[in-house]
Every structure is written in structure tokens, then in C-alpha cells.
């Protein structure tokens, strides 16, 4: 079961609440999507413990009812 692109914001926001989210179905599947993340906690984390936050908090489900995220980091400007 494909999942919502609501629900992938909801998850990151609830475990990153500062954080500005972005989601976009890459082919209106919901099972590819893309997504910009932006919060200041990520300000000094290398790229790779940014991504991990970000997968962490859709709790397991990469891999699973969540195929693919193509995933961009950031901390505010």
C-alpha cells in the first residue's frame, strides 16, 4: 500500500518540529517521492547523520510501504 505524501511530512515534522518540508511523487504512485528538508538542526551534522535523522523518523518504513525518497538536506540561509 503506496503511502501519503501528508503522512511522510507529518512523521519528519513530528521528529524534526522546526523543520520546513517539502514532498513531491516523483511518478504519482505514492511509492517514489522526493524530499527537501530544511531545519537547523541539522547545523554542524555531516550529510550522512542529516539523512539518517530524516529516515529515522519515518520509523523503518524506507524499503518497505515507502520505495524510494530521493532526499536533500539543508540548514536555513
Do not use: C
Amino acid at each position: 500500500m503506496p503511502m501519503a505524501a501528508e503522512d511522510i511530512e507529518g512523521m519528519i515534522k513530528a521528529a524534526i518540529p522546526d523543520a520546513a518540508v517539502e514532498i513531491t511523487d516523483l511518478r504519482g504512485d505514492g511509492d517514489h517521492y522526493a524530499a527537501r528538508v530544511v531545519s537547523e538542526t541539522f547545523r554542524g551534522m555531516p550529510r550522512v547523520k542529516q539523512h539518517q535523522t530524516v529516515y529515522n523518523a519515518l520509523g523503518g518504513r524506507m524499503g518497505g510501504v515507502l520505495h524510494a525518497l530521493q532526499l536533500t538536506t539543508a540548514v536555513p540561509e
